[in-house]
């Protein structure tokens, strides 16, 4: 268990960072390195993704608190949108997780590639607008939440790879629409986690230090250190172009989506 917690706590710095940067809560990075650590410690085979799942979004409490504290620092949440988008993201995380316990751990796994390759693609050949708009149909933002809160607590993601393409396509700015995302990551988290923890609490199958779905000492150790990369990753946002943060943005989910097809 010590090599797993100290592998644990290289995936929270990375994670960390990544949350800032790029508003995505980490969930990309976690899930698959949880589902490979877990598999090398022989936990359950059948229970292997959605512990992956559930650990990564508790994760993503601490996550999105730290990288919320300093966007909101740098003055670019929107808040408007933030409390429009959540009540559904809330709903819909909920109802998430319960979805994801009847889903196969295979099919998971390959959900979980194809949205990847999803995303990556919209964001890459996406242009940049730099035009705020926060008019046009307000609705849309609570009935979109209830779609990102469910598909997030299935995949164990912060929600960023699916809220800032959605904004963007809003006509919000990506810095702004990074910092919003960061925002709409914990009610994501709590909604998701609770659910989990209720779901997995009568598992007896699952390993020493689980409470529910969740594995603590994963838990605890991508916590420690994404904590304080979170930060720098939000502050490193602001000093790169709109272009380059968004090719990067897709990069980074390509890498993970090929990683995931080879195992």
């Known amino acids: 268990m010590l090599e797993l917690f100290l592998l644990t706590m290289l995936l929270g710095g990375i994670a960390g960072l990544l949350a800032g940067l790029f508003g995505l809560g980490g969930g990309v990075v976690i899930v698959p390195a949880l589902a490979w650590l877990f598999s090398a410690q022989q936990f359950p085979s059948q229970q292997i993704m959605i512990m992956a799942v559930a650990t990564s979004l508790a994760t993503i409490i601490v996550t999105s608190i730290s990288s919320v504290y300093t966007h909101y620092r740098l003055g670019t949440i929107q808040w408007c ?51 705020n708009s926060n008019n046009g149909d307000k609705w849309l933002d609570y009935v979109v939440g209830n779609g990102i809160g469910l598909l997030s607590a299935i995949l164990g993601i912060g929600g960023g790879s699916l809220t800032v393409p959605y904004l963007v396509s809003r006509q919000v700015p990506i810095k702004n629409a990074v910092a919003i995302s960061s925002a709409c990551g914990l009610p994501i988290a709590v909604s998701g986690t609770c659910v989990y923890t209720i779901l997995g ?18 838990l605890v150790g991508i916590v420690i250190c994404s904590i304080f990369t979170a930060p720098f990753g939000a502050r490193l946002a602001y000093k790169l172009p709109a272009k380059k943060l968004k090719r990067y943005f897709s990069i980074v989910i390509f890498l993970i989506a090929v990683k995931m097809i080879a195992g």
């Open 81 to 131: 949108r933030v409390f429009r988008l959540s009540p559904g993201i809330f709903l819909g995380a909920g109802i998430g997780a319960v979805v994801a316990s009847f889903i196969t751990a295979e099919s998971l796994r390959w959900f979980f590639i194809s949205y990847l390759f999803y995303v990556g693609i919209r964001m890459a050949f996406q242009p940049t607008s730099e035009t």
């Open 201 to 218: 609490w009568d598992k007896f199958f699952l390993p020493d230090w689980s409470f529910g779905y969740v594995y603590l000492p994963a």
